[in-house]
């Protein structure tokens, strides 16, 4: 299995829902990351997790609250989110946290807030 | 600053004509270096990366990109693009040193005309 499968990949939310995003890989991977895309802008970093245990994040709102139960698996838990938090969010994986064999990225969910 | 340009925010070439991306990087030394590919709303795919050792990196899809350590390049290549190659292509960099997470460049945008 050479893939990160993410969950679900479309989700519209309000702004006082709560709903999580969960991203899977298989490949022994130690490393897995979140980013936040908008739309005709390049990934941004948002957490890092490394052998499931936080080790980066990047200034992010307390609204998105990450979690690694297990070394195959990430979630982001989403609370109170705003219209400009609507993004594409990214899984990603690497083989460590020194990234040298580059990152393997999920497909994606779209995430729409209204 | 430490930084990954990407100075071509669009380019547009035929079908079958070459294809070169270019890309620059910033950093006191030579980072890991990637390209990917993503399609609208989908996730990134690696096409290729350069560690060390030869400068000419061949990647999928009959991609190839040249390592210039004189120049602080690594241009993306294709001899004969085809439409399936429209999409939006990131050069990317695993800086050497303590924050080892990869970044990316500001995108260029490929269209491809019949």
């Known amino acids: 299995d050479t893939e990160v499968t993410q969950t679900p990949k479309h989700l519209v939310m309000g702004m006082t829902n709560k709903k999580s995003l969960k991203c899977e890989q298989h490949?022994?991977?130690?490393?897995m990351y979140w980013y936040k895309q908008k739309a005709k802008k390049p990934p941004e970093l948002m957490f890092v997790?490394?052998?499931?245990?936080?080790?980066i994040n990047e200034s992010v709102p307390s609204r998105f609250s990450p979690e690694c139960p297990n070394s195959s698996l990430l979630n982001l838990h989403l609370h109170a989110l705003q219209p400009e938090d609507s993004a594409l969010y990214l899984c990603a994986s690497s083989q460590d946290s020194q990234g040298a064999y580059g990152y393997t990225f999920g497909s994606g969910t779209r995430l729409t807030v209204v | 600053a430490q930084s990954v340009t990407q100075p071509d925010i669009h380019i547009t070439v035929s079908e079958g004509a070459s294809l070169e991306l270019r890309c620059n990087y910033s950093y006191g030394a030579t980072p890991y270096l990637f390209w990917y590919v993503q399609s609208p709303g989908q996730g990134l795919q690696l096409l290729l990366k350069y560690f060390s050792g030869d400068t000419l990196v061949q990647g999928i899809k009959g991609f190839e990109a040249e390592f210039k350590r004189s120049q602080s390049s690594f241009n993306l290549r294709k001899p004969s693009v085809h439409w399936s190659d429209a999409a939006e292509y990131f050069c990317a960099v695993v800086p050497s040193g303590s924050a080892r997470q990869l970044t990316f460049g500001s995108g260029t945008q490929l269209t491809v005309l019949p």
């Open positions: 490949m022994g991977h130690r490393a």
């Open positions: 997790y490394s052998y499931e245990k936080l080790s």
